[in-house]
């Protein structure tokens, strides 16, 4: 399935029945996400902590338009509160690319692209929920206008919100 947000092209492969929705609690009132490296990506990137504040700020966008409160947390927390749902992001592999450095080299640029692994859980025991795929790319032939990655992490933000918001 491929969606698109924000001028962001966000894919995921297409949910079977079973899929359908993430079984998160009726009550979930709280969302955590924790965003981990996947096991290919060196330990020091410098663009790391870019693009965890761009995830800090596309999911407080994307919680206030839900409804549900939300935390991005360092580190994954050994136990979850009832009504609390945590959405452990793994970054298998992703590239960097502001809005600002598209438009000041263009093509030249390149493109931005992330592979994500999602697995949600919930208490009691921080039992696993559910899991997606997502992969987001841009392309050169966009120019300019191509959705680098705050438009992408925008998009896939929004969708672990609303899997988890149910609306």
Not at 62 to 69: E, Y
Not at 122 to 145: D, E, L, M, Y
Not at 153 to 159: G, I, N, R, T
Request: charged residues 20%.
């Amino acid at each position: 399935m491929a969606l698109t947000g924000c001028a962001a092209s966000v894919s995921r492969p297409t949910a079977t029945t079973a899929q359908a929705r993430i079984a998160a609690p009726a009550a979930t009132s709280k969302l955590f996400v924790v965003l981990v490296p996947g096991a290919d990506l060196p330990k020091t990137d410098a663009n790391w902590e870019a693009l965890r504040e761009e995830w800090q700020t596309s999911l407080a966008s994307a919680a206030a338009a839900q409804q549900v409160d939300v935390a991005l947390l360092p580190r994954e927390p050994q136990t979850i509160a009832p009504s609390t749902v945590l959405a452990r992001v793994t970054v298998n592999d992703y590239r960097y690319v502001s809005q600002a450095k598209r438009y000041g080299l263009g093509v030249m640029a390149g493109n931005a692209y992330m592979d994500l692994d999602v697995e949600f859980f919930s208490a009691p025991g921080k039992q696993s929920i559910g899991t997606r795929k997502f992969s987001t790319s841009s392309s050169a032939w966009q120019g300019v206008f191509s959705a680098m990655t705050p438009k992408q992490v925008e998009a896939v933000a929004s969708e672990i919100v609303k899997e988890v918001a149910q609306k």
